[in-house]
């Protein structure tokens, strides 16, 4: 029988400041996140010199989408990777979307999921069912012989649910208009305003040290307040400061990692992070006054996961001859195409009532500066389950 395609997508859209107690067990987030930080890392390694952007639980949320409709080493691999238990981690995973959409967030975190199906293909009933129940995944069909217009359905749903910073997600020629049966699409939209607004006339021109040597200058922005940072090593015994910079919410925050001598590239560190080693900082996190300089900046990417995905061990879903989704469907589909566009601003904006509260903080002698003027890795983290939004390594703003 003939296999038919489907193309796996997710795009994400981080705006930084643009307008917990764990476990000892990873939780479902973690989980998640640890897959898609090894995704970077793939992705970072073939690319140490360049900005590389990602979302890690877009990564996982569109592996669970798909989770639903696999079967047997298709589904295992995934499995496998994510670190779910095998009877189904859907319970878990729909608590998890609960909590990082829940309205009471302050923070606008805004996650959504499609599948856009051909007309007529024969879709299982449960595996419908259950991406609704767990991932409120909409289900539309349409007719993908008009890939051009099958092409601006999907980027207008795209544009819509990233507030219009990812206008455009997939092109027609990525859809076969004879084999194309299924497109998934997950969107991931954060706002956060910094707890502590950096203000805007503090940002001067300040040089930047980029990853090739080349030294540019920059919009450095600059703010004196009290920050949580730690200094922590890597297992061969390289040391890196990690800045914790609040949103007004609380339940976020960025955490920006930077190599403490300059001599030690961010890919040295990089290996080394996991969400277990994120988790590690909180206990050696401590409060400290003092002036922080961090660029402005703003940064997106396009990544093809299916080499980084293969290289975990997450093979068989793109291959025509072993892919087993029958749980999606009768007919034999494949994964051929995984893609993902992210998109980071991060710039002063923040509540102005919490500005004018640190605004009272003034030092009593000249506090130290951390001046963040060489290439930096920063994750985007839920800190009451420990999921990685997004992350990045800078290495030109």
């Given at each position: ?82 670190r779910y238990k095998k009877n189904g981690p859907y319970k878990m995973l729909r608590k998890l979307h609960k909590t990082l959409t829940a309205k009471s967030n302050q923070d606008a975190v805004m996650i959504a999921n499609a ?163 994120v988790h590690s900082w909180n206990k050696l996190m401590h409060a400290r006054k003092f002036r922080l300089l961090i660029p402005k900046f703003t940064a997106d990417a396009e990544v093809d996961l299916e080499s980084s995905l ?88």
């Open positions: 029988m003939t296999h038919v395609s489907f193309l796996w997508l997710c795009v994400a859209v981080v705006l930084c400041g643009l307008g917990v107690v764990l476990s000892q067990a990873p939780s479902y987030g973690e989980r998640g996140s640890d897959l898609g930080i090894q995704v970077f890392q793939q992705v970072a390694l073939t690319k140490p010199q360049d900005n590389v952007v990602l979302s890690p639980h877009g990564v996982a949320s569109i592996l669970g989408m798909l989770l639903i409709g696999a079967h047997g080493d298709t589904r295992k691999q995934i499995v496998t990777a994510l599948i856009f199906t051909q007309e007529g293909f024969p879709l299982e009933e449960n595996f419908m069912e259950t991406n609704r129940l767990n991932f409120q995944t909409l289900t539309s069909s349409m007719d993908f012989s008009d890939p051009q217009s099958a092409a601006e359905h999907i980027n207008a749903w795209v544009s819509n649910n990233t507030q219009g910073h990812i206008p455009s997600l997939i092109k027609a020629d990525m859809l076969d208009p004879a084999l194309t049966r299924l497109v998934a699409v997950n969107s991931i939209y954060f706002k956060g305003l910094w707890k502590t607004r950096f203000q805007p006339e503090n940002t001067k021109m300040r040089p930047f040290t980029a990853g090739n040597g080349n030294v540019y200058k920059v919009p450095m922005m600059s703010q004196l307040s009290v920050f949580n940072m730690a200094t922590a090593s890597t297992p061969q015994g390289l040391k890196y400061k990690v800045i914790e910079l609040p949103y007004r919410g609380g339940s976020v925050s960025m955490l920006i990692v930077l190599p403490s001598e300059e001599d030690t590239s961010l890919s040295q560190v990089l290996p080394h992070i996991s969400t277990a080693t293969t290289a975990l061990g997450i093979r068989d879903m793109f291959s025509q001859d072993k892919a087993d989704f029958r749980h999606i469907s009768s007919e034999p589909v494949f994964v051929s195409k995984a893609l993902q566009k992210v998109k980071v601003i991060v710039n002063e904006d923040g509540t102005k009532a919490s500005a004018a509260t640190t605004a009272i903080l003034l030092a009593r002698s000249s506090p130290p500066w951390v001046i963040v003027d060489r290439p930096f890795l920063f994750l985007i983290r839920h800190n009451p389950t420990g999921t990685v939004l997004f992350m990045g390594q800078i290495n030109q703003p």
